[in-house]
């Protein structure tokens, strides 16, 4: 079975300041790999995600994250972070021909300094 | 257009009753998903409806829980004697055939006294 780990529960960066979220996917194919940020009391909103092709994807908000396969990793980054985008970060796996049903990590909430 | 629609926002129950939670997908999304965001569980999948097929239910904890879709569209999610541990919030998605993308609605925030 596919698993995810996010290993920072909390992180707190200054305004600014540049970003990496670290994200570690188990499974034993190409995964889809999503990246979702919800801000408090919201939904879950799509950030960016990757199928195949370029490893380095492009989301909304300025972020991107790559695909490393050696390193089983989808890492989120942002080169300068805004006060807006406190919030937690889910990174997840799908599952192709099997529903395309989620696999999350346990989430990465991240606080901004002014 | 408009995005998944939840309902209620919120929900306070006594520990034995019965709940249903409501999801509106988006139009002509075919399938339909339900996952639950809990403090000790984090974010787990719970059932999957695509179009006229059977649904997957194997993400359901117990057998207190259920989940119908109504002409492919709205679904229901009950949950039976609910227990403290049935709080949570839960999160329905839905998806267009000829993608991957899931897109949530607000969710539902679920409190069993």
């Known amino acids: 079975a596919q698993s995810v780990t996010q290993p920072d529960i909390h992180i707190t960066v200054s305004e600014g300041a540049s970003l990496e979220l670290r994200c570690n996917y188990s499974?034993?194919?190409?995964?889809?790999l999503f990246w979702y940020v919800q801000s408090p009391g919201q939904g879950l909103q799509l950030l960016l995600k990757?199928?195949?092709?370029?490893?380095l994807v492009q989301g909304i908000k300025g972020f991107e994250a790559e695909f490393k396969r050696s390193q089983s990793s989808f890492n989120l980054r942002k080169p300068s972070v805004h006060w807006s985008d406190a919030a937690e970060y889910f990174c997840?796996?799908?599952?192709?021909?099997?529903?395309?049903?989620?696999?999350f990590g346990g989430g990465t909430r991240l606080m901004v300094k002014p | 257009g408009a995005g998944v629609s939840q309902s209620p926002s919120n929900k306070v129950t006594e520990k034995g009753k019965d709940v249903e939670l409501r999801c509106d997908p988006i139009?002509?999304?075919?399938?339909l998903y339900w996952y639950r965001q809990s403090l000790g569980q984090g974010l787990e999948f719970l059932i999957y409806?695509?179009?006229?097929?059977?649904?997957?239910k194997s993400g359901l904890p117990s057998d207190r829980f259920s989940a119908e879709r109504t002409g492919g569209s709205v679904s229901t999610l009950t949950i039976q004697r609910t227990q403290q541990e049935d709080s949570a919030v839960y999160l329905c998605?839905?998806?267009?055939?000829?993608?991957?993308?899931?897109?949530f609605g607000p969710g539902t925030r679920l409190t069993v006294l």
């Open positions: 998605a839905s998806k267009p055939g000829y993608t991957d993308t899931q897109y």
């Open positions: 499974y034993g194919a190409t995964p889809y």
């Open positions: 990757y199928f195949s092709g370029d490893t």
């Open positions: 997840a796996v799908g599952v192709y021909n099997a529903g395309n049903m989620l696999t």
């Open positions: 139009s002509g999304h075919t399938a």
């Open positions: 409806f695509q179009g006229n097929s059977a649904p997957d």
